[in-house]
């Protein structure tokens, strides 16, 4: 789902100047790697609408933006590359499924994992697919985090996530999975060099991403570090 911090920050990234929109990205599912939802700007009324367009079909997917563009997709699996100031579209794609989870972009890069559980990769300025996974695992992704310091995407396996797993941000590539034994709908996060999700138990799970090592916090919200 996506919440109403989101909800208002993109109707707040239509409703800006152009002058504003390069300090406002939004490049992961609540904003960045912390997922926090926290904009560092102050953004006061009255706001003046500068365009409205359409994706053609109903969508699920909390749109990013990055670099003086907005992505969003079309459950239908039309992605779509706005210019942030004018509105403008600037390409399209198909991913070929249907896509109900948030879009990611940096580096360059724009992610989105699809309905049969894989991922695509697409050059953030032209739309060009750079790679695509083949849904190896039959099972539907998490909104996929892209961690700069390690090169990586990472994104839980299954719906309820059972599993994570990380691949090569240049070529996709599985780099390796670590086992859930516990269910999560949560989105990974990225914090300290460590990657985290929480399980429907009030479970915490830390991952070190160096050595693939995983452990389990207690109901307290701690975490251990593997």
Known sequence: LVTSVELAYFAILLLLAPST???AEWTHFRRGHARDGYLDEEI????TLRWQASLGAPSFASPCSADGRVFAAARSGRVVCFDAGTGATLWTLQAGDRIDGPLTVERGRLLLATR??????AD?????VLWRTAGEFGLRLGNPL???AMGTVVATIGHPGRWVGWYDLATGIRLGTAPLDQATDSSITSAGGRWFAVAGSGTVFAWSPLVGTSAAGGDDGGAAFG
């Open 21 to 23: 929109l390069s300090a």
């Open 44 to 47: 006061l009324p009255p706001l």
């Open 116 to 121: 049969n559980g894989s991922l695509l990769c």
């Open 124 to 128: 953030a300025a032209t739309g060009r």
């Open 146 to 148: 892209i961690d700069p």
